[in-house]
Nanobody, 115 residues
C-alpha cells in the first residue's frame, strides 16, 4: 500500500507565497507522474501542476508564471512553490502519486488566500 501526505498549507495574504510538500511512502517501486490538484468550495477538483519522473512539468493556465513544481525522485517527494497568490487560489490542495499499478491521493492541505 502507498500513503501520500501533504503539508505546507495555511493562511496567506494575496500576493504572498507558500510552498507545499508531498511525500509518498510504502510499497513503491517507482512513482511515475505526480500532481497537485485543487478543489475550491462548491467546485470540482482541478489540475494545478503535474510533473513526470523525468521532470517535465505541466501547469494550469491560471497558475503559469506563478507556481513551480519540482520533485526529488529518490525521496518520493514533490513540491509546489506558489508565488503571487490570488484569492482564487483558495482551496484544498491534493497531491496525487501514480505508479504502474495505481494512483494514490493524499488527504489534502488547505490553502486560504485573504485580501
Amino acid at each position: 500500500q502507498v500513503q501520500v501526505v501533504e503539508s505546507g498549507g495555511g493562511l496567506v495574504q494575496a500576493g504572498g507565497s507558500l510552498r507545499l510538500s508531498c511525500v509518498a511512502s510504502g510499497s513503491i517501486l517507482r512513482i511515475n507522474d505526480m500532481g497537485w490538484y485543487r478543489q475550491a468550495p462548491g467546485k470540482e477538483r482541478e489540475l494545478v501542476a503535474r510533473i513526470t519522473f523525468a521532470g517535465a512539468t505541466t501547469y494550469a493556465d491560471s497558475v503559469k508564471g506563478r507556481f513551480t513544481a519540482s520533485r526529488e525522485n529518490a525521496k518520493n517527494k514533490m513540491y509546489l512553490q506558489m508565488n503571487s497568490l490570488k484569492l482564487e487560489d483558495t482551496g484544498v490542495h491534493y497531491c496525487n502519486a501514480g505508479t504502474w499499478a495505481a494512483s494514490y491521493w493524499g488527504q489534502g492541505t488547505q490553502v486560504t488566500v485573504s485580501s
